[in-house]
T-cell receptor, first 111, second 113 residues
Framework: QKEVEQDPGPLSVPEGAIVSLNCTYS??????FMWYRQYSRKGPELLMY??SSGNKEDGRFTAQVDKSSKYISLFIRDSQPSDSATYLC???????????WGAGTKLIIKP | SQTIHQWPATLVQPVGSPLSLECTVE??????LYWYRQAAGRGLQLLFY??????ISSEVPQNLSASRPQDRQFILSSKKLLLSDSGFYLC????????????FGPGTRLLVL
């Protein structure tokens, strides 16, 4: 079993829809959680960072962490075609300078 | 602000040829540096990371090597490329402190023929 599971998609939704992207993990020591967005042929860019449990909101993006269920989510409101990209989750226990990555979900927003 | 550079952007090399990819970071000191490889449509595979000059940790056995000759310079090398070395190579840096976030360069697309 992988430490971090993420559905690779593709996930295709119409413009304006609310998008929900998810990752599950097995290591209860993880306490730093990140979402990255990667456009085709580009490096990943940090989208959201959350420490421990709870919600964090930034514009149209909301990140949720449920440590009891070992489950993290990224919600995108009012999705735009420019949101079409691959979204990668990453997490860390903070003990070894490394991030553990999900495989990434390819998101397609249809105009 | 911090900036990370990678070059070249694209590289086509024959099997058996050597490789040298360079990564430099500006605007920070003593960063942790990382080399990742990403196969088409796949996630990120950590190849090497470095916490300081001359300090390299290898995560995956392969015919690649890494070096950190200066604080903000990280080099990925190979003496003889294999077909399986094709992929998208990404360099990343992490600053000090509790935050675990990494920041990525633009990547180098390598095609071995």
């Amino acid at each position: 079993q992988k430490e971090v599971e993420q559905d690779p998609g593709p996930l295709s939704v119409p413009e304006g829809a609310i998008v929900s992207l998810n990752c599950t993990y097995s290591n209860s020591a993880f306490q730093y959680f990140m979402w990255y967005r990667q456009y085709s042929r580009k490096g990943p860019e940090l989208l959201m960072y959350t420490y421990s449990s709870g919600n964090k909101e930034d514009g149209r993006f909301t990140a949720q962490v449920d440590k009891s269920s070992k489950y993290i989510s990224l919600f995108i409101r009012d999705s735009q075609p420019s949101d079409s990209a691959t979204y990668l989750c990453a997490m860390s226990s903070g003990s070894n300078y490394q991030l553990i990555w999900g495989a990434g979900t390819k998101l397609i927003i249809k105009p | 602000s911090q900036t990370i550079h990678q070059w070249p952007a694209t590289l086509v090399q024959p099997v058996g040829s050597p490789l040298s990819l360079e990564c430099t970071v500006e605007g920070t000191s003593n960063p942790n540096l990382y080399w990742y490889r990403q196969a088409a449509g796949r996630g990120l595979q950590l190849l090497f990371y470095s916490v300081g000059i001359g300090q390299i940790s290898s995560e995956v056995p392969q015919n690649l090597s890494a070096s950190r000759p200066q604080d903000r310079q990280f080099i990925l090398s190979s003496k003889k490329l294999l077909l399986s070395d094709s992929g998208f190579y990404l360099c990343a840096w992490r600053g000090g402190g509790q935050k675990e976030t990494q920041y990525f360069g633009p990547g180098t697309r390598l095609l071995v023929l």
